[in-house]
Structure formats: structure tokens, C-alpha cells
């Protein structure tokens, strides 16, 4: 059936293997992903869909999933039917008015972030020095989080999503775009940044907690599973 079939390919993100949201009822992280590549592998022979990641969004992928102490099965059928392929970087255009977005929204975010660490400073500054440390009921020192220390870590939080969230911020998600931009490939990815600019770069993307479905309902449609 799959030389009948228009030639599909996705490029697929890390965080599509990490979302729960591929996952079934008390389904584990490994059963979920053995699960994914085996939709993956019967749509790749069934329907000529091919998935393609990039060596650093494959590396990344490896790190985390070997944190999480997957079995070997995972890496050799993601090996297996996830192809590995280097974005054309040199190869590839991008429209300039999408660099000129960019430019203007990590100006933006630069500035945002230059706000959040002032208010930062001011609501130090606000302190009263006796706030900054205490002492414990026993006389001694005791560890735990002073004023400064709560004012330090709301601020890293912050600045954190005044500067990265929602925006393209890696090289593993810059090669996913080039990737499927060189492939006319669709993205999945669970990262609200890469949806963002896949809008920008003009690319099909799928949610990741959506995929697994998306291909169920493809195969299911054509014939190439039986329904329960």
C-alpha cells in the first residue's frame, strides 16, 4: 500500500518523547516511547511516512532518555526507523523578514529581562537587614531560604521566561526548523517556542501529545490496522 501513497515525513522534536501526554493510563515512559516507535515503524512500511530527526536533537534525545534508564530496545528502534539526517545549512534560505522578526523580539525580550532584574534590585533594596538572616530556636545557624535568597530565585524564574519561553533558543531547535524546511517536512514538538517559528518559517506542525493519534487515524483510515 505505500507506493500508492504520497511520500510523507515529519521531523520530530525531543520533547515529543518526553511528554506525558503520550502517555496511556499508568503507562510508563518506555512502554510509551516502544509504543510510538511502533506506530512510527508500521506507517513508515504501511503509508511511506518517514520520521527524521537531527544528530543534536538525536543526541539530546539519547541523554535523556538514558537518565531515565530505558531499556536498549528503545535506542535500536529509534535507530531503526527515525532517520538521522544533518540539516542543509548552507543549502537552506530564510525569508529575511523572519530574521528580522527575530532580531526584533529577542530585542524586546532583552529588555524585558533588563526590567525584571531591576524590580529584582528594587524589592532588595526594600529589605530589612534583619530579614536577611535568622537565627534558628536553638541558637544555632540554621539553613534555609532568607528574603534575599526567595528575591534571587523569583528573579531567575522571571528572567527565564522574559528571555527563553516561546523563543527559538538552541541549536537543536534551529536544525529541527532547517530540517523540515529542507524536507517540506511537518514538525512535532510539545515546545511552544519551535511552534512559534515553525508559524514564521511557514512549516506544517503536529502537537506532540497529538502524533501517536495522528497516526493511529491514518492507518486506521487506509485500511492498515484493524479497529477494536
Known amino acids: 500500500m505505500s507506493g500508492d501513497l504520497p511520500r510523507q515525513r515529519f521531523v520530530l522534536d525531543t520533547s515529543l518523547f518526553i511528554t506525558e501526554e503520550i502517555r496511556r493510563d499508568d503507562e510508563s515512559l518506555e512502554a510509551a516511547v516502544l509504543r510510538l516507535l511502533d506506530l512510527v515503524a508500521t506507517a513508515r512500511l504501511e503509508l511511506n511516512i518517514?520520521?527524521?530527526?537531527p544528530p543534536s536533537i538525536h543526541d539530546e534525545l539519547g541523554t535523556m532518555l538514558r537518565e531515565r534508564d530505558v531499556?536498549?530496545?528503545?535506542f535500536s528502534r529509534l535507530d531503526t526507523w527515525v532517520v538521522r539526517k544533518s540539516p542543509d545549512r548552507y543549502g537552506v534560505t530564510i525569508p529575511a523578514n523572519v530574521v528580522y522578526n527575530f532580531i526584533d523580539e529577542m530585542s524586546d525580550r532583552v529588555d524585558r529581562g533588563l526590567r525584571v532584574s531591576e524590580e529584582a534590585i528594587r524589592e532588595v533594596e526594600q529589605l530589612d537587614p534583619d530579614d536577611l538572616t535568622r537565627d534558628a530556636d536553638d541558637?544555632?545557624?540554621?539553613?534555609y531560604m532568607t528574603e534575599a535568597d526567595?528575591?534571587?530565585?523569583?528573579l531567575r524564574d522571571k528572567y527565564r521566561r522574559a528571555l527563553r519561553q516561546g523563543v527559538l533558543d538552541s541549536r537543536e531547535d534551529f536544525d529541527l526548523l532547517i530540517l523540515a524546511r529542507e524536507l517540506d517536512a511537518g514538525v512535532v514538538t510539545e515546545d511552544r517556542g519551535i511552534i512559534s517559528w515553525a508559524d514564521e518559517f511557514g512549516l506544517?506542525?503536529?502537537?506532540?501529545?497529538?502524533?501517536?493519534?495522528?497516526?493511529?487515524?491514518y492507518l486506521r483510515a487506509t485500511g492498515a490496522t484493524d479497529d477494536e
Open 50 to 53: 518517514s520520521c527524521y530527526v
Open 71 to 74: 531499556d536498549d530496545t528503545v
Open 139 to 143: 541558637g544555632e545557624r540554621e539553613a
Open 150 to 154: 526567595r528575591v534571587l530565585s523569583n
Open 204 to 217: 506544517r506542525y503536529v502537537r506532540g501529545g497529538q502524533f501517536p493519534t495522528l497516526l493511529e487515524e
